[in-house]
Every structure is written in structure tokens, then in C-alpha cells.
């Protein structure tokens, strides 16, 4: 049995007389959905109108008017009898107040939104007036974000992140703004996941490769603005590579294997380095992807943790055997940090 949605309808009433297109064999029903409505619908008869092998099919909606917001999506199930007519279906509508075209934000939102950004502004100043403390409060601001999704939506927290980017703007400048944008945007992304409950390979695998795009693109455009040749980019990398090639020659000679260095490793690595350089756009953002997943998961774990912490049931990350390994080694350094403190 196969579903196609076939109308969408508002119903603002009792006996509001609906129209659904005739299809041969079809039984009426109705996607469930949050709103007030769930009665039954009965198939109009008489006149052939029941018949549903004429041209429509109309029936009435009977039971409590709907809450405001509220819209009755039919849905069709194909079944081979070919006149269902008098038959009794379920009428469930659905809340399509949260749909992007109907989304209207209440008080409370507004004043979640401004408070959780406003608290995201603020880690942010910390974090530029503190540089001592500038990776703890940065890792912080994505739990605001976080927690503004998993309390609200999506869609308050990007009204949340506009904000916090305009104040941020007016406060520290334009040149602030893409960190602010980065921390923000990882936190709307987790909150988001953690929410519908992604995994975490999953959370991690999409969020490492748009950050990658993200950043590597970023750095791209701001080498075009500066003016500086995509060219410089490439010869840094050259020389960057000859550098270290530079390190191993000298800690190799100290130790003897000069020699086996040379004519063993190097002819391979260096034609390796010679392929990647020729593709070094592609090497570009295959550095970033590597360098960001140590990056990410140290975001995901802070940010799930102080999300636990503060109530709310999402997946723990990393969970398992792993997760109290971590409590106990955390436990220990404090034990051992307490008896250096007080010995002193």
C-alpha cells in the first residue's frame, strides 16, 4: 500500500466540506500530526457523490475546530476496491505552524533567543579581553547555541546567531565576526544533531567535511580580497615542505642514517609531495579535513557534556567504557592537582 499526498487543506471548523480529486480505489485519510482535531471523516453518499468513480469525492469534517496553525494534509492509500463509498477514516491534522512559510516566533523565543545569544556575546568578549582564557570561552559559546536549539528550534537559533554576529560586529569589529560565525554555527549544527539524535560518527563525519568547506573556502576568498596571488599559497607549501625535508636531513646525519634516508624514503616521499603540489587545491582541504577532526571532537564532547550537565537527554559522547575511562582519569588528575595544592 502506497501513500501520495494529494491535497493540503485548511479547516477552520466543524462540518467543513473538503474535496479530494477522484482516484480509482482510493480510501481517504489523513497524516497525524500535534493539532486538537482527531475525529472522523465519513465519506459523502447519495447522488453518486459517494461513488467513487465519478470525477470528485467530497466528504465532511465533523468534531472540535481546529487550533489556530492548524491544517489537515490528506493522504491517499491505493487499495484495488474499486467503490469505497460510506467508508469511515480517520481525520488527524497536523501543526504546520513550524513550517518555514507559517513560522511566527512567540515572546518566549524572542527572549530565550536574545538572552542565550547575549550569554554567546559574552564568552565572545571574554575570549578577545581574557587571550589567557580565550580556548575556554570559545568552547563555550557553542553551548549556548546548543542548548537555544534543544529548547527552542532551529530556526530561533539562527535568529540567535544574527544577532550575536551584529553585536559582536559593533563591539569588536568586522575581523572577529568569522570566529564568532564558526563557533556559533558549530553549536546551532550540534544542537541540531544531538536533538534528533544523529550519530556520532555520523555528527562528526558531516560536521569535520562542512567546516573543512567552510574554512579552506574562507581562506581562499580572503587571499582573493587581500589581493594576493593563489600562487604565494602554493609556493608557502613548497617551501613549508622543504623545510621539514631540511629537519629530517639533519636529525638523520646526527644519527648515521643519512644515507638510508636518501635512498630509501625520500625518492618516495618526495614524489608523493611533488603529486600533491600539483593538485594542491585538493591537499588544501584534505589538511584542514585532517586537522579539524581532533578539533570537532573535542567540541562535540565539551559541548554534549555541559548539555548533559545541565539536564537535557541526549546521546552521551563517547559513551561506554570510553566515557568513564575519561571520569576517571579527570578524577585522578584533580585527586592528584589537591595534594600538590595542599602540600604546598
Request: hydrophobic share 50%.
Given at each position: 500500500?502506497?501513500?501520495?499526498?494529494?491535497d493540503?487543506?485548511?479547516?477552520?471548523?466543524?462540518d467543513?466540506?473538503l474535496?479530494l480529486?477522484?482516484q480509482?480505489?482510493?480510501?481517504?485519510?489523513?497524516v497525524?500530526g500535534?493539532?486538537?482535531?482527531?475525529?472522523?471523516?465519513?465519506?459523502?453518499?447519495?447522488?453518486?457523490e459517494?461513488?467513487?468513480?465519478?470525477?470528485?469525492i467530497?466528504?465532511?469534517?465533523?468534531?472540535k475546530?481546529?487550533a489556530?496553525?492548524?491544517?489537515?494534509r490528506?493522504?491517499?492509500?491505493?487499495r484495488?476496491?474499486?467503490?469505497?463509498?460510506?467508508?469511515?477514516?480517520?481525520?488527524?491534522?497536523e501543526?504546520?505552524?513550524?513550517?518555514?512559510?507559517?513560522?511566527?516566533?512567540?515572546?518566549?523565543?524572542?527572549?530565550?533567543?536574545?538572552?542565550?545569544?547575549?550569554?554567546?556575546?559574552?564568552?565572545?568578549?571574554?575570549?578577545?579581553?581574557?587571550?589567557?582564557?580565550?580556548?575556554?570561552?570559545?568552547?563555550l559559546?557553542?553551548v549556548a547555541?546548543?542548548?537555544?536549539?534543544?529548547?527552542?528550534?532551529l530556526y530561533?537559533?539562527?535568529?540567535g546567531?544574527f544577532?550575536?554576529?551584529?553585536?559582536?560586529?559593533?563591539?569588536t569589529?568586522?575581523?572577529f565576526?568569522v570566529?564568532?560565525?564558526?563557533?556559533c554555527?558549530?553549536g546551532?549544527?550540534?544542537?541540531?544533531t544531538?536533538k534528533y539524535?544523529?550519530?556520532?560518527f555520523?555528527?562528526?563525519?558531516?560536521?569535520?567535511?562542512?567546516?573543512?568547506?567552510?574554512?579552506?573556502?574562507?581562506?581562499?576568498l580572503?587571499?582573493?580580497?587581500?589581493g594576493?596571488?593563489?600562487?604565494?599559497?602554493?609556493?608557502s607549501?613548497?617551501?613549508?615542505?622543504?623545510?621539514?625535508v631540511?629537519?629530517?636531513?639533519?636529525?638523520?646525519?646526527?644519527?648515521?642514517?643519512i644515507?638510508?634516508?636518501?635512498?630509501?624514503?625520500?625518492p618516495t616521499?618526495?614524489a608523493?609531495?611533488?603529486?600533491?603540489?600539483?593538485y594542491w587545491?585538493?591537499?588544501?582541504?584534505?589538511?584542514i579535513?585532517?586537522?579539524?577532526?581532533p578539533?570537532?571532537?573535542?567540541?562535540y564532547?565539551?559541548?554534549?557534556l555541559?548539555?548533559r550537565?545541565?539536564?537535557?537527554?541526549?546521546?552521551?559522547?563517547?559513551?561506554?567504557?570510553?566515557?568513564?575511562?575519561?571520569?576517571?582519569?579527570?578524577?585522578?588528575?584533580?585527586?592528584?592537582?589537591?595534594?600538590?595544592?595542599?602540600?604546598?
Amino acid at each position: 500500500m502506497r501513500q501520495q499526498v494529494v491535497d493540503d487543506v485548511g479547516l477552520a471548523g466543524v462540518d467543513r466540506r473538503l474535496r479530494l480529486r477522484q482516484q480509482r480505489g482510493v480510501v481517504a485519510s489523513v497524516v497525524a500530526g500535534d493539532c486538537v482535531l482527531r475525529q472522523p471523516l465519513t465519506l459523502g453518499g447519495g447522488g453518486g457523490e459517494g461513488n467513487l468513480r465519478k470525477g470528485q469525492i467530497g466528504y465532511n469534517a465533523s468534531g472540535k475546530t481546529q487550533a489556530s496553525g492548524c491544517k489537515l494534509r490528506v493522504a491517499c492509500s491505493f487499495r484495488p476496491a474499486a467503490n469505497d463509498a460510506g467508508s469511515v477514516c480517520r481525520a488527524e491534522s497536523e501543526d504546520v505552524s513550524n513550517w518555514p512559510m507559517n513560522r511566527t516566533l512567540r515572546a518566549i523565543d524572542i527572549a530565550e533567543g536574545a538572552l542565550l545569544a547575549d550569554i554567546a556575546v559574552m564568552f565572545q568578549l571574554l575570549a578577545v579581553y581574557l587571550p589567557v582564557f580565550d580556548v575556554f570561552f570559545r568552547l563555550l559559546i557553542p553551548v549556548a547555541f546548543a542548548v537555544l536549539v534543544l529548547r527552542r528550534s532551529l530556526y530561533v537559533g539562527v535568529i540567535g546567531l544574527f544577532v550575536a554576529l551584529f553585536i559582536v560586529g559593533v563591539m569588536t569589529g568586522v575581523h572577529f565576526l568569522v570566529v564568532t560565525l564558526l563557533s556559533c554555527g558549530a553549536g546551532l549544527y550540534l544542537g541540531a544533531t544531538m536533538k534528533y539524535r544523529l550519530g556520532h560518527f555520523s555528527t562528526l563525519l558531516l560536521g569535520v567535511t562542512g567546516a573543512a568547506i567552510t574554512v579552506g573556502g574562507l581562506t581562499l576568498l580572503f587571499f582573493l580580497l587581500a589581493g594576493l596571488p593563489l600562487t604565494d599559497l602554493v609556493e608557502s607549501l613548497r617551501k613549508s615542505y622543504r623545510a621539514l625535508v631540511a629537519v629530517i636531513d639533519f636529525l638523520t646525519s646526527s644519527i648515521g642514517w643519512i644515507d638510508w634516508w636518501r635512498q630509501t624514503i625520500f625518492p618516495t616521499i618526495d614524489a608523493l609531495a611533488e603529486l600533491a603540489l600539483a593538485y594542491w587545491l585538493i591537499l588544501w582541504f584534505a589538511v584542514i579535513w585532517l586537522f579539524l577532526w581532533p578539533v570537532a571532537m573535542i567540541v562535540y564532547y565539551t559541548t554534549n557534556l555541559f548539555v548533559r550537565m545541565l539536564g537535557y537527554d541526549v546521546r552521551p559522547f563517547p559513551g561506554g567504557r570510553i566515557e568513564r575511562l575519561m571520569r576517571r582519569i579527570a578524577r585522578a588528575l584533580v585527586r592528584v592537582a589537591g595534594k600538590h595544592i595542599s602540600a604546598h
